[in-house]
């Protein structure tokens, strides 16, 4: 059974400061990981997905690494910005999505 | 292009009455999913469909859950009766059959008194 642990569960930093937030897993047999973002009340928004073959992804400001040997993910965002503001959930796919419990970022002004 | 849409946005009934959540995918997404969160946990798996079939149900919690997927369209997640550990926000996604990233709808938020 896939199990997937997001590190730290609360993170507050000020504007400009760049993020790291850390996505691990037990299992690396999986197709694909994905990133989303989840503003209160709000559905999820896909960020990034990385497949199991890549080594990252980049869109913008966001920049995901994967490591499936060692069952690693991490998501950088640079320059923060108080809109980043946001719940980040990690995502593990093999051929359904395990979810970690989320990192609640916020980005102070 | 229209996104995963969810009906309702917001359900609250009793304990023991019927409710029917509806999910309609983004046209051409053959494949669609339906996850939830309860209270506190993490977002779970429910189940798959490619088309109008069943690919997985693993993830369903009982037989008081009927998913159905009409013509390999819109979708409805019927839960009878309703108990109050159902109460969270039930979630659908779709995506391609040739891409793997999933497109979620803004939720259904169920509860159940």
């Known amino acids: 059974k896939q199990e997937v642990t997001q590190i730290p569960a609360a993170l507050s930093v000020p504007e400009g400061e760049n993020l790291v937030l850390n996505c691990s897993f037990t299992?690396?047999?999986?197709?694909?990981l994905q990133w989303f973002r989840q503003d209160p009340g709000k559905g999820l928004t896909s960020l990034l997905l990385i497949q199991s073959s890549q080594r990252e992804q980049t869109s913008g400001r966001l920049n995901a690494s994967l490591d499936k040997s060692s069952g690693r993910s991490t998501l950088y965002i640079a320059a923060s910005q108080p809109g980043d503001s946001a719940t980040y959930l990690c995502?593990?796919?093999?051929?359904?999505?395990?979810f970690g419990a989320g990192t609640t970022v916020t980005v102070r002004a | 292009e229209a996104g995963v849409t969810q009906f309702p946005s917001h359900s609250v009934i009793e304990k023991g009455q019927t409710v029917t959540l509806r999910c309609d995918p983004i046209?051409?997404?053959?494949?669609l999913y339906w996850y939830r969160r309860v209270m506190g946990k993490e977002i779970k798996f429910l189940l798959h469909f490619v088309k109008e079939s069943k690919q997985d149900e693993s993830g369903m919690p009982n037989n008081r859950f009927l998913a159905e997927r009409t013509g390999g369209t819109y979708s409805t997640l019927k839960v009878q009766p309703a108990e109050l550990e159902d109460s969270g926000v039930y979630f659908c996604a779709s995506s391609t059959s040739v891409a793997y990233e999933q497109y979620f709808g803004p939720g259904t938020r169920l509860t159940v008194t």
């Open positions: 299992d690396s047999a999986i197709y694909n």
């Open positions: 995502a593990v796919d093999d051929y359904k999505l395990s």
């Open positions: 046209s051409g997404h053959d494949n």
